[in-house]
């Protein structure tokens, strides 16, 4: 949330500071009457009428610090809808045509021409699960419900290795590696997620004691790690790479993506985090970083792609800025997010009251003055939406390539093979003499996938 202060310019003042006032005044005055019924008490004497009088400013107290109390969090909802202060550098805009494209990698696969003027066919995501046979989606959804789906053969290898291969990559950037719970309680998510991501994005568990919510992304738990603690500048900055499996409703995206594995209800995700000071552009130069390293893994993977700048409208409403890393997909000539990255500064931590102490080296009897530090998120990847990337970027004629940077955490396999195809219906059989299970030392007798050249 944002601070209130934000809000009292012209007031010229700090109006709680009456009221709060009031209550002071009011527990100071009961301490000096208990003081005054114990020397009456001692001197033997009849402190009746004391007592009534104590007895009722007890209860004016409990009333007033109810009160306070129910202000308080009156204040809290009220500010909460309220979103950040967006960055002088984000483009001022409610329509997302008006993302700024900010960097571009790569040469961008087109359908190569063919002999007789025909073009090279590129298959889409939805088809290359089930032409590879790694993913199974119509029983998928039959057990699970809508965008239910299993992973299969190699597609639960290359799933794996996207994950190995991103947690790897993190820590050797000086991250330290999470692995966080999958559900939280509502009284934190609460502090955490946006009121509209309750109806829209959680799914709630019910059971014993306070109802929980399953994780929409690792950044939910990450943020909520250090809840309530205080930190030294010594210890900034804090960064994490942590995974988990993510579940989300995904309400709002009813025609968007919905085929195949791209946007489902479960899925993987490596998570960059960080805490930072609020001083000195500590938080903007981190969030350079981040979306650096999200760059760097996916130039890694030769996979295409560009970084935009996001409108102020679409923002949400933590974030002061972000940046949104979309790849390209050839089959459908279309660049899609893969990527993330918010810089929110103290707007979560103010929820959260994780502070910084800001007089540090101060006299001891010194009260330590309170900053809120600024955290920071960014996918690195969300497993599956990247496999639906590298198998449009990586296909060939006979199956997909696996990128080098993969390789290395897939039991030696450097190539998928088609084993099914579409007969003359529409329908998909299986290829006479493909291997069934995982096909280990399995060749491309095909073209090669395009070459992913640095632009």
């Not at 402190?47 to 202000?71: D, F, P, Q, R, Y």
């Not at 998570?271 to 001083?279: A, M, N, R, S």
């Not at 920071?376 to 296909?395: D, F, G, H, I, P």
Request: hydrophobic share 40%; glycine share 8%; net charge negative.
């Amino acid at each position: 949330m944002l601070d209130i202060n934000l809000f009292r310019t012209e007031k010229g003042g700090d109006p709680e500071l009456i009221p709060r006032g009031n209550l002071d005044t009011l527990k100071m005055e009961f301490n000096k009457i208990v003081g005054e019924i114990k020397q009456i008490k001692i001197a033997k004497g009849d402190a009746t009428e004391l007592m009534e009088k104590s007895k009722a400013m007890k209860a004016g107290i409990k009333e007033a610090e109810e009160n306070e109390k129910s202000v308080a969090e009156a204040l809290d909802a009220a500010l909460l809808p309220i979103g950040n202060i967006v960055h002088d550098t984000v483009p001022i805009s409610d329509d997302e045509a008006n993302n700024a494209v900010v960097r571009e990698f790569g040469e961008l696969r087109k359908p190569r021409d063919l002999e007789g003027g025909k073009k090279e066919k590129l298959w889409n995501h939805v088809d290359l699960v089930q032409l590879l046979d790694i993913a199974v989606l119509e029983k998928g959804t039959e057990v699970a419900g809508s965008r239910g789906y299993y992973l299969k053969n190699e597609g639960v290898l290359l799933n794996q290795a996207l994950i190995n291969f991103a947690m790897q990559f993190g820590v050797t950037r000086g991250y330290s590696p999470m692995h966080t719970p999958f559900f939280m309680q509502k009284s934190i998510m609460a502090q955490c997620a946006q009121l509209s991501q309750f109806d829209e994005e959680l799914y709630k568990v019910t059971g014993e004691g306070e109802e929980k919510y399953l994780i929409a992304t690792a950044e939910q738990t990450l943020c909520a790690l250090h809840r309530g603690e205080w930190f030294e500048r010594n210890q900034l900055p804090i960064k994490y790479v942590g995974y988990s499996t993510c579940f989300r409703k995904e309400a709002g995206s009813h025609g968007r993506d919905t085929l195949g594995i791209f946007r489902v209800h479960q899925f993987e995700k490596v998570e960059q985090f960080c805490i930072t000071g609020p001083t000195d552009d500590e938080s903007w130069k981190l969030l350079d970083e981040l979306i650096t390293n999200a760059e760097d893994f996916y130039k890694a993977l030769e996979i295409p792609f560009h970084v935009v700048n996001i409108v102020s409208g679409e923002l949400n409403n933590a974030a002061a800025k972000k940046y949104d890393l979309e790849a390209w997909f050839p089959a459908s000539a279309t660049f899609r997010e893969l990527v993330s990255c918010s810089n929110c500064t103290d707007y979560q931590s103010r929820n959260l009251e994780i502070r910084l102490r800001s007089n540090q080296g101060a006299a001891a009897a010194e009260p330590a003055k309170k900053e809120y530090v600024h955290m920071l998120n960014s996918t690195l990847t969300a497993t599956e939406r990247t496999l639906c990337c590298v198998l449009e970027n990586y296909q060939c004629e006979d199956g997909v390539r696996i990128p080098k940077a993969l390789q290395p955490f897939m039991m030696g396999i450097e190539f998928i093979p088609f084993r099914k195809e579409y007969n003359a219906k529409g329908r998909l059989v299986d290829i006479e003499g493909a291997p069934k299970g995982v096909a280990l030392g399995a060749q491309s007798n095909g073209a090669a996938a395009v070459s992913m050249s640095t632009a």
